[in-house]
Structures are given as structure tokens and as C-alpha cells.
């Protein structure tokens, strides 16, 4: 049972530059949600989804898009990278409302 | 909007001794749920205890528990015998009962000394 699977590890991209976070999960929830790591911030919601086809705006959508093609994959991009991304990242998946989340172990972005 | 608010950046205990990790919390709702995180240093984010707003009793799970003070809204987390693997960023998170979107605090480094 892998749970939730994030990848890359880690990532450098210059400004400017797109790329795509993958994410999956295999515990069938229906719920899965992105959020950045800042430090003295917490983490902060990007986009949430509630199943397949439906996606929503977080706290800090701005500079990224997601979409949810099916209930176990929810890819995060970036369109056009800033240094103001540059963050932890974590890719996250619940049954539901007051489920704990289940969290991917997290992409280390830099943007120069 | 719902605010999870850490006042303590940093906390230093001894082992095997007890600590407290302070978590306040603004909401209006009146059914919500509250937890509590643990991140190592190898930033893996790990549930430690969930608190369901409309249970009277405190949350406990071994060696964690919670002090949940409803009126004042009010969430600590207690750890007792700490361990050296106790060592980590503890982070609070509030989710309201209408989803399942998280607003966490700043966060607690809690340092273990032998």
C-alpha cells in the first residue's frame, strides 16, 4: 500500500519555466488537496479537489493550476515559475469531511 | 476565515520529562475538528491526534493527549516521557465540519535534550 505518492523529491527551475508536480494515491479518497510550506507560515492551501472533474481555489491559488482527470491522480502546474514559489510542497488525500489527511512526502522547489 | 494561531516558535524539554505545545484557534462555527502534526526533520507529516469539536472528552493516543477547551478556544497537545524521536516541528490544523480544507498554524519546533 503506497499511499500517497509524490514525485519529484526535488526540483530547480529557472524563471519562467513550467512544470508539473505528480501526484497519486491508492486509497481511493475521494478528497486530495495541495498546500506549500513557508517557513513561520504553516501550510498554506493551494487547490482541493472533492472527486474526479471537480477542483476548487485555496488559500494561494495564484500561479498554479490543477486538474482531476480521475480519483487517484491530481497534478499541480506551474506555468510560469517565480521565485515567489520557491517552497515546500505537499501533495495530501482524506476519505473526507474530518478525515485526517494523508500526506506525500513533499517537493522541494527552487526557482533562481 | 478560521485562524490557527502557535505563540511558542520554539520549545526545549528534557527527556522523559513532560511538555506542552499551546494551539488557540478563531472560528464561528460550532462543529469543526481539530489536529495535530508531526513533522521530523525528514518532512514527512505525521498524525498525531484528531480532536472532533462536539466530544466532550480529550483526544489520547499513548503518550499524547490534548487539553480541548471549547468556550476559550483552546487545543493543546501534552506529551509525556518525551523521547528523543519526540524531536520535531508540531504543527496545530483546524478543519471546518463543511470540507475538509485545512488551516494549519505556524508551527512548534520542539527540541528533546538527553
Known amino acids: 500500500n503506497a499511499g500517497v505518492t509524490q514525485t519529484p523529491k526535488f526540483q530547480v527551475l529557472k524563471t519562467g519555466q513550467s512544470m508539473t508536480l505528480q501526484c497519486a494515491q491508492d486509497?481511493?479518497?475521494?478528497?486530495m488537496s495541495w498546500y506549500r510550506q513557508d517557513p513561520g507560515m504553516g501550510l498554506r492551501l493551494i487547490h482541493y479537489?472533492?472527486?474526479?472533474?471537480?477542483?476548487d481555489q485555496g488559500e494561494v491559488p495564484n500561479g498554479y493550476n490543477v486538474s482531476r482527470s480521475t480519483t487517484e491522480d491530481f497534478p499541480l502546474r506551474l506555468l510560469s515559475a517565480a521565485p515567489s514559489q520557491t517552497s515546500v510542497y505537499f501533495c495530501?488525500?482524506?476519505f473526507g469531511r474530518g478525515s485526517p489527511l494523508h500526506f506525500g512526502n513533499g517537493t522541494r522547489l527552487t526557482v533562481t | 476565515a478560521q485562524t490557527v494561531t502557535q505563540s511558542q516558535p520554539e520549545m526545549s524539554v528534557q527527556e522523559a520529562e513532560t511538555v506542552t505545545l499551546s494551539c488557540t484557534y478563531d472560528?464561528?462555527?460550532?462543529?469543526?475538528?481539530l489536529f495535530w502534526y508531526k513533522q521530523p526533520p525528514s518532512r514527512q507529516m505525521i498524525l498525531v491526534i484528531r480532536?472532533?469539536?462536539?466530544?466532550?472528552q480529550n483526544a489520547t493516543e499513548n503518550r499524547f493527549s490534548v487539553n480541548f477547551q471549547k468556550a476559550a478556544k483552546s487545543f493543546s497537545l501534552k506529551i509525556s516521557d518525551s523521547q528523543l524521536g519526540d524531536a520535531a516541528m508540531y504543527f496545530c490544523?483546524?478543519?471546518?465540519?463543511?470540507?475538509?480544507?485545512?488551516?494549519f498554524g505556524a508551527g512548534t519546533i520542539l527540541r528533546v535534550k538527553s
Open positions: 495530501a488525500s482524506s
Open positions: 486509497m481511493n479518497h475521494e478528497y
Open positions: 479537489s472533492v472527486g474526479a472533474g471537480i477542483t
Open positions: 472560528t464561528s462555527e460550532s462543529d469543526y475538528y
Open positions: 480532536q472532533e469539536a462536539y466530544k466532550q
Open positions: 490544523a483546524y478543519s471546518s465540519e463543511y470540507g475538509n480544507k485545512l488551516v
